[in-house]
Nanobody, 121 residues
Framework: QVQLVESGGGLVQAGGSLRLSCAAS????????MGWYRQAPGAQRELVAT???????NYADSAKGRFTISRDNAKNTVYLQMNYLKPEDTAVYYC???????????????WGQGTQVTVSS
């Protein structure tokens, strides 16, 4: 199996910063895209940012200019640096990874358990 474990969430004041980490472990041959999503109470899960194995990134409009996604392929870890946080960024943040467990195998999508980010005004 493959496990994704997030860390780095917490409570921060508006204008502050947090850095989220998500480490993948288990039976992994390769990881293609990794990403961060978030879900606020009563809302659907939404994209925050994604990054491919070669480093190409994609951001939601709400994240552009404030958040930076990066990854360490040697550590199977993806990061999300969040600056200038706003109360509307409050949500549970989830990471995902598209993993091939064996050479030539299908790519499966795995999710972390989520980490709470709360931004106070």
């Amino acid at each position: 199996q493959v496990q994704l474990v997030e860390s780095g969430g917490g409570l921060v004041q508006a204008g502050g910063s947090l850095r989220l980490s998500c480490a993948a472990s288990g039976r992994i041959f390769s990881i293609n895209a990794m990403g961060w999503y978030r879900q606020a109470p009563g809302a659907q899960r939404e994209l925050v940012a994604t990054i491919t194995s070669s480093g190409s990134t994609n951001y939601a409009d709400s994240a552009k200019g404030r958040f930076t996604i990066s990854r360490d392929n040697a550590k199977n870890t993806v990061y999300l640096q969040m600056n200038y946080l706003k109360p509307e960024d409050t949500a549970v943040y989830y990471c995902d990874a598209r993993v091939s467990r064996y050479p030539g195998s299908y790519e499966y999508r795995y999710w972390g358990q989520g980490t709470q980010v709360t931004v106070s005004s």
